[in-house]
Nanobody, 124 residues
């Protein structure tokens, strides 16, 4: 069992930056691939970024490539999402997720554990 808690969300102006963090409790964090998804009302959950359990493989959604960076620290059981050049379209609830597959996936259905989400609002 893994519990995930996100933090770092808030209100930021367009063009600004924000850093989200996700802390995992439970066993064997380093055996999970980790990802960030986001969701707005009435829409499906959207893939943002993922990182393999080793940290060697990273993948980003097309809408955030070049602006967001995902990272992890297995010693601290944390995964982060550094967001830059934020746009109004980035406004959403951001979720951290854990996948027992070592590489991870771009699909929400493949993830085993989810955090409660953190709201990011970008004002234009």
């Amino acid at each position: 069992q893994v519990q995930l808690v996100e933090s770092g969300g808030g209100l930021v102006q367009a063009g600004g930056s924000l850093r989200l963090s996700c802390v995992a409790s439970g066993r064997d964090f380093s055996t999970y691939a980790m990802a960030w998804f986001r969701q707005t009302p009435g829409k499906e959950r959207e893939f943002v970024a993922r990182i393999s359990r080793s940290g060697m493989v990273r993948n980003y959604g097309d809408s955030v490539k070049g602006r967001f960076i995902i990272s992890r620290d297995n010693a601290k059981n944390t995964v982060a999402l550094q967001m830059s050049s934020l746009e109004a379209e980035d406004t959403a609830v951001y979720y951290c997720a854990a996948d027992s597959d070592p590489i991870g996936s771009n699909w929400p259905r493949d993830y085993d554990y989810w955090g409660q989400g953190t709201q990011v609002t970008v004002s234009s």
